[in-house]
T-cell receptor, first 113, second 113 residues
Framework: KAGVTQTPRYLIKTRGQQVTLSCSPI?????VSWYQQTPGQGLQFLFE???????NKGNFPGRFSGRQFSNSRSEMNVSTLELGDSALYLC????????????FGPGTRLLVL | DQQVKQNSPSLSVQEGRISILNCDYT??????FLWYKKYPAEGPTFLIS?????DKNEDGRFTVFLNKSAKHLSLHIVPSQPGDSAVYFC????????????FGQGTELSVKP
């Protein structure tokens, strides 16, 4: 069974632009969560989606948004990029919402110049 | 305020010996704990988990111990192998927070032949 896939793997943007990252969960998994990893803050939870609905949200500004499609694929969007948004963005999928093991993708490395 | 702390940024162990990675938490509402390991350029890989109703869980060479009164958990790897060299993250979640995981800062384990 294929693992979690994320596209693109690397991305360079400039301040003020917006970016969309994509995540395809493991087949059969219906819950997708997003995390941001930076050297200073570590791994931080962004949001969790299940059945196309956001179920949980971390402490990030409204510039960070996401959505989930009927096939469980998910996208996250960051608008008006700032230098501090440079990070590794990780997507994780699980069978269902809640207390389930989360399986992570390889991440998208975003650099904001 | 860091709710999950891994106070040792790095640990070096000889092959065949025991590796002990430690994690402390402050939030008494956490009731589910996980360990992930991460290689460079890959997403975190799930290792082992433990519910707060248990104080020990084993899976092959990996054992996690939970001391609820001390708000402390540890991961024991016996025997350690060079392939175990990676960054290890401790994560925790609250029952009513769905799939939201709070991660520690990670401990880099180096297993020397």
């Amino acid at each position: 069974k294929a693992g979690v896939t994320q596209t693109p793997r690397y991305l360079i943007k400039t301040r003020g632009q917006q970016v969309t990252l994509s995540c395809s969960p493991i087949s059969g998994h219906r819950s997708v969560s997003w995390y941001q990893q930076t050297p200073g803050q570590g791994l931080q939870f962004l949001f969790e989606y299940f059945s196309e609905t956001q179920r949980n949200k971390g402490n990030f500004p409204g510039r960070f948004s996401g959505r989930q499609f009927s096939n469980s694929r998910s996208e996250m969007n960051v608008s008006t990029l700032e230098l501090g948004d440079s990070a590794l963005y990780l997507c994780a999928s699980s069978l269902k919402q809640g207390r389930e093991t989360q399986y992570f993708g390889p991440g998208t490395r975003l650099l904001v110049l | 305020d860091q709710q999950v702390k891994q106070n040792s940024p790095s640990l070096s162990v000889q092959e065949g010996r025991i590796s002990i990675l430690n994690c402390d938490y402050t939030n008494s509402m956490f009731d589910y704990f996980l360990w992930y390991k991460k290689y460079p350029a890959e997403g975190p890989t799930f290792l082992i988990s433990i519910s707060s109703i248990k104080d020990k869980n084993e899976d092959g060479r990996f054992t996690v111990f939970l001391n609820k009164s001390a708000k402390h958990l540890s991961l024991h790897i016996v025997p350690s192998q060079p392939g175990d060299s990676a960054v290890y993250f401790c994560a925790a979640s609250e029952y009513n927070q769905g799939g939201k995981l709070i991660f520690g800062q990670g401990t880099e384990l180096s297993v020397k032949p």
